[in-house]
């Protein structure tokens, strides 16, 4: 097939490319040509770069005819945040394409009701980035319910080498991964049982891959995308210390005096990572397209470390 990669350089595109190449596709990968893949790898060479700028295309009502004009097979959409762009690109394929894949996110659900939670749990978003993905979910399926061939596939926290991962206390700052190393105190919120659901950027990839070769299955279909299982934060900064070699020294503190402690953008990430406590069933993308995560939430997480401490040698 022929397959167009929107945001082909991000941390899904990065490891999404080299496997469709593997698999014998042409992939034309469009990205604004701002920076290298994270994940090099020799099918790149093969690859068929694009530059467009979406934002500025988007502007003048040129990016959905421009998707449209590289006559995709199949289309993957990885950096659509707002219900216009999805717009835009619908009404340009619209009858010329055999599949769009869209990247949507956990946080369409908000706070679960219960957990672990599927596909079919209730969409009660809070923030502006959980209520814009959840609208243009809305508006997709709806599409897709009129006979557009698109499948949504949600991932969870997306992690790899080449970036930060969301650390135990639930936010970027790598401050808590030199605490875990130096066997220093790490002071988490609440009890530290809240939950988060890493997933590697490969297992992401893995899934997409899937959604394409398994259309008939997938069409129409929004499906969870994450490690097996979730991990307290609690847990995750005693197996974090262990890549390392410490025991984690681990001290609690009630949410109100604990956002003092940090930076206002840190309490920020935590809170909605608490809030949201994903626990996700991948139920349905294991039984509907196959899908096997290699790693589990820790080890997706261990991955990115490993790349942010090249002199140590992790466990």
């Given amino acids: 097939m022929r397959i167009v990669i929107i ?27 701002v920076r290298a893949p994270y994940h090099a790898a020799p099918e790149w060479e093969c690859v068929e770069r694009v530059t467009l700028d979406r934002a500025a295309a988007e502007a003048d009502g040129s990016f959905g005819p421009a998707i449209a004009a590289l006559r ?29 894949v869209h990247c949507g996110t956990l946080w369409v659900h908000g706070v679960p009701r219960v957990r672990p939670y599927d596909e079919t749990a209730p969409r009660v978003p809070f923030g502006a980035y959980g209520v814009r993905k959840a609208a243009i979910e809305r508006y997709l399926l709806e599409e897709a319910a009129a006979g557009f061939p698109v499948t ?21 700052d790598r401050c808590v991964f030199d605490a875990l190393a130096s066997s220093e105190v790490v002071t988490l919120p609440d009890d530290g049982l809240a939950t988060l659901q890493h997933v590697h950027a490969d297992d992401v990839a893995q899934a997409f891959v899937l959604a394409i070769a398994r259309r008939d299955a997938a069409v129409g279909e929004a499906f969870h995308v994450a490690a097996a299982a979730p991990v307290t934060m609690r847990a995750y900064a005693e197996a974090a210390a262990g890549w390392f070699g410490t025991t984690a ?13 940090v930076s206002e953008r840190d309490a920020a990430l935590t809170r909605d ?28 997480a261990r991955d990115a470390v490993a790349e942010m ?3 140590r040698t992790l466990a």
């Fill in 152 to 172: 949504i596939l949600h991932p969870g926290h997306i992690s790899g080498p080449g970036w930060a991962p969301i650390n135990p206390a639930g936010h970027l």
């Fill in 72 to 100: 995709g097979d199949a289309v993957v959409d990885l950096l659509c945040f707002e219900l216009t762009s999805a717009q835009q690109l619908v009404t340009a394929l619209r009858g010329q394409v055999a599949v769009l």
């Fill in 273 to 300: 990572h608490v809030l949201h406590s994903p626990h996700a069933s991948i139920a349905k993308a294991q039984r509907l397209l196959g899908y096997a995560p290699r790693f589990s939430a820790v080890a997706a």
């Fill in 249 to 261: 020294r681990l001290a609690y503190m009630p949410w109100e005096s604990w956002q003092a402690t």
């Fill in 309 to 311: 401490y090249p002199s």
């Fill in 7 to 33: 945001g082909a350089t991000g941390h899904i595109g990065s490891w999404l490319v080299p496997r469709l190449v593997a698999e014998g596709h042409e992939v034309l990968a469009v990205s604004r040509g």
